[in-house]
């Protein structure tokens, strides 16, 4: 039988490997076909690279088709990929009206980075739903959170590429994610195809320049 | 050691490719598909790799791959095992030669799926052993040793994959890549193969003798493992995934139990008995299905043990579990072993301000895309069938048709035309008109449009046709003129389908083609019988990612009245300024040109470079 003694903390085993002495939650939302999914592989290979235990959770399927997505990545967790309400350290917003929708993730004083740049929902486009005010959703925001507001999307654009903006918005957000620097670089040297290579750096360099810590 | 951070789907996938399989087949389904997806794109394929028609064929597929000796692979979403429900209800009493392996991605919380069922309850109902894996890694691991298992006690195994294993990702420690390792070679076995009364008759005691044998064999493996604390009187029980959550929460509130994870079934009976003797209480929890549970209660009474048993409420029986819920139930019946301040820690966080909740959010449920041919089929539809038609649906992208008015039912894959015809027969005198996209038509919509020309139905079938299985994320099928590797094959001709199966009126149309499309559906309504009008058009996505550009479309705006005729459309690439009251075309457009032929006042044009 598989039967094994309790360790002396009377706790058990822990899943999973890596190091677990950092723990930092990230939340990055949007809209589905914003990078989201991209913006998370690179965090995610970047705590593996630095031997740091992760586990994250994605939005695929259905609410892929222009819906709102919501991926969870937590470094240094042994355990469970979703993020408890009230609790994460960092949001990565791809989209104002999303960083509105999961504030409840964030703890109190955590950081939002938002990119300004509205992505309008079809509830909006036929007029079923109106858009809220963009600095009235950040004033808000910032009653509880250190929010970080900037068009993302236009500092993309300038780097030659709006869809590198959720490399972008990960420039900005590796002011206070607990990794390197470098260790970013390196991944989105894996991660994006060599024809956007450039692009996709020179993005990562203009997000971390587009907000002082 | 190589360690990688995998999504879920494509750890199992290396599992597979470091398992010495032989064939892996399939049919699409959230939140399985990228499974097979990872395999057919892999260069230097060791093994043969098909998406198959629908799920009972795939299974099929397999066994006969299995029955020829090697080792077989086979994915689907949970709701894909009803379908391939016959076939495995057999092939448990027929066993098998080379490993089997079913793996069905359970969705619990129902994030892409129309239920939520437990995966686990088929294996017992089957008699077959089932793996739920509780990590990234263990799902990649247990591909190997579900193999050896299966070709061991020759039997099919259930793989139990869940949204959260497939859909996650973790850091993941890789093994050797190993080629297909049997050499197919069938030898006839009638007695084992063909499943007449009997042969057949004698396999179910078989079966059901082998079960003590596996359960041992999976009580000395790591699938199954009780940690036993000698200071407490406490016991967790927890499976899959859950037993993860639950190992959180136990030591986020500095609870001392003893604590058995089961993520191998049959569930090992003398390690829930060491349990029972060992513990005045003891806490299961389990996603959905109280399956453990009923188990757990079955041996206490057995054994007349009085422990005390505590499962499902307060453990939720609907929805996935977390971290969250697993903490609440421990404080709700385990207060007196918790550390306190770790149950202070775990009160509610302060609520948002009301700066924040009072913001009113436009909902954003997905959408079809901009320039999505089902858009068009579903305006004319609406149409010249008005909405006091019966709208049947189906599963694809088009139940998003649902913003649109024009989906009125949806059960499974290929309800559609039967439900339609089942309509048509009940008396119900409004007009019907159903529609299914290709791939599902294929998957199990054939033998229903037979069903509704043979029993001479009065009802439109909309065949929805983009050539691709487009939800999950664009895999070809029969229609597509490709196999899963890009092999071409000759693709179905839906139109030949449809007139074989008998029906008379068939009318393929251009979505794009507004005009055509209204004649095409004014006509069928005016059948008297079973009318087809097949839809064709690229899905909007994959003629982008092939390199399809048209010029997009702008408003005039001094033609523009302001209608939202282009508006109630619903695409997204059709704004309305409420300041000038015209509409305009933002970036978006993709320029399918369906909007300008609706506008009633030319006020719609292709911007020509």
Request: net charge neutral.
């Amino acid at each position: 039988m598989s039967l094994i003694p309790m360790d002396k903390d009377g706790f058990g085993a822990v899943p999973n490997s890596g190091k677990t002495d950092v723990k930092y939650d990230v939340v990055i939302c949007g809209v589905g076909g914003q990078g989201a999914i991209l913006a998370s592989d690179i965090l995610g290979r970047a705590a593996v690279a630095e031997g740091r235990a992760i586990q994250a959770a994605e939005t695929h399927g259905m609410a892929q088709r222009g819906g709102s997505v919501e991926n969870h990545v937590r470094i240094g967790s042994a355990y469970g990929s979703l993020i408890p309400p009230g609790s994460a350290d960092l949001m990565i917003a791809l989209e104002p009206v999303e960083a509105v929708r999961y504030a409840r993730l964030m703890k109190e004083g955590g950081v939002i980075i938002v990119n300004t740049e509205p992505v309008y929902p079809f509830t909006v486009t036929t007029g079923k739903a109106e858009y809220p005010g963009l600095s009235q959703m950040l004033e808000a925001l910032s009653k509880v959170f250190d929010v970080q507001a900037f068009n993302a999307t236009d500092v993309a654009a300038q780097t030659g590429n709006r869809q590198a903006t959720n490399v972008v918005m990960i420039g900005a957000a590796s002011h206070y994610i607990p990794l390197q620097k470098q260790t970013f670089i390196d991944c989105i040297r894996v991660l994006v195809p060599p024809e956007f290579l450039d692009i996709n750096l020179a993005a990562f360099e203009a997000g971390l320049k587009s907000i002082r810590k | 050691m190589t360690k990688e951070y995998m999504l879920g789907n494509v750890a199992i996938a290396r599992g597979v490719m470091e398992s010495g399989a032989g064939m892996v087949s399939g049919y699409p389904g959230t939140p399985s598909s990228e499974i097979i997806d990872n395999l057919r794109a892999q260069k230097d394929l060791g093994f043969y790799v098909e998406w198959s028609v629908n799920e009972k064929v795939a299974v099929e597929v397999a066994i006969g791959a299995a029955f020829a000796g090697i080792r077989a692979f086979v994915t689907m979403k949970h709701v894909g095992l009803n379908v391939a429900a016959d076939p495995l209800m057999t092939v448990s009493y027929a066993g098998t030669k080379g490993g089997l392996i079913i793996l069905a991605a359970d969705d619990p919380s129902l994030h892409s799926s129309q239920n939520e069922q437990d995966t686990r309850r088929y294996a017992q109902f089957a008699q077959i052993p089932c793996f739920d894996p509780a990590t990234i890694q263990d799902a990649k691991d247990v591909v190997s040793f579900a193999f050896d298992f299966s070709e061991r006690f020759e039997t099919p195994v259930i793989i139990r994959s869940t949204t959260r294993i497939s859909h996650g990702k973790s850091s993941v420690e890789l093994g050797e890549l190993k080629p297909s390792t049997n050499v197919a070679d069938f030898q006839k076995d009638p007695s084992r193969m063909v499943m007449m009364p009997n042969f057949a008759r004698g396999r179910h005691g078989v079966i059901l003798g082998k079960q003590k044998e596996m359960m041992e064999a999976l009580e000395e493996s790591s699938w199954n493992v009780l940690e036993k604390c000698e200071g407490s009187r406490i016991g967790i029980i927890s499976s899959g995934i859950a037993s993860v959550y639950a190992k959180e929460a136990l030591h986020a509130l500095g609870i001392k139990a003893s604590f058995l994870k089961i993520t191998a079934y049959p569930m090992p009976d003398n390690l829930i008995i060491e349990m029972l003797n060992h513990c005045d209480k003891i806490l299961v929890i389990e996603e959905l299905e109280p399956i453990v549970e009923d188990h757990v209660r079955i041996l206490a009474q057995q054994n007349q043990s009085a422990t005390v048993i505590i499962g499902k409420n307060p453990v939720p029986r609907v929805f996935e579990l977390n971290f969250e819920i697993c903490r609440r139930v421990m404080i709700d019946v385990l207060k007196d072993h918790c550390v306190v301040s770790a149950v202070e820690k775990a009160a509610p966080p302060k609520p948002l301000p009301p700066e924040i909740t009072d913001i009113v959010l436009p909902p954003r449920p997905p959408a079809l895309c901009v320039g999505c041919s089902h858009r068009s089929a579903f305006q004319v539809i609406k149409e010249v069938f008005g909405k006091n038609a019966i709208f049947p649906s189906d599963i694809g992208c088009y139940t998003l048709g649902i913003h649109s008015g024009v989906v009125d039912t949806t059960i499974c894959m290929g309800a559609s035309i039967s439900m339609a015809s089942g309509i048509t027969h009940s008396g119900e005198k409004k007009a019907v008109c159903c529609t299914i996209g290709d791939s599902t038509f294929l998957h199990t919509g054939v033998n229903s449009l037979m069903n509704a020309v043979y029993n001479n139905s009065k009802m439109t079938v909309a065949i929805l046709d983009n050539r691709i299985t487009a939800m999950t994320g664009h895999q070809p099928n029969p229609n597509t003129g490709q196999t899963a590797v890009g092999v071409e094959s000759i693709p179905v001709s839906l139109a030949d389908v449809c007139a074989a199966l008998g029906a008379s009126f068939i009318r393929v149309v251009d979505a794009y083609d507004y005009e055509a499309l209204k004649t095409a559906f004014r006509d069928a309504k005016n059948f008297d019988g079973v009318s087809v009008v097949i839809v064709q058009q690229a899905c909007a996505i994959v003629a982008r990612k092939l390199g399809v550009k048209n010029n997009p479309y702008a408003v005039i705006t001094k033609n523009c009245k302001g209608c939202r005729k282009c508006i109630n459309f619903g695409c997204p690439a059709t704004e309305f300024n409420k300041e000038t009251a015209v509409s305009f075309i933002n970036s978006q457009c993709i320029g399918c040109g369906v909007c300008a032929q609706i506008c009633p006042f030319d006020a719609i044009a292709e911007v020509k470079k």
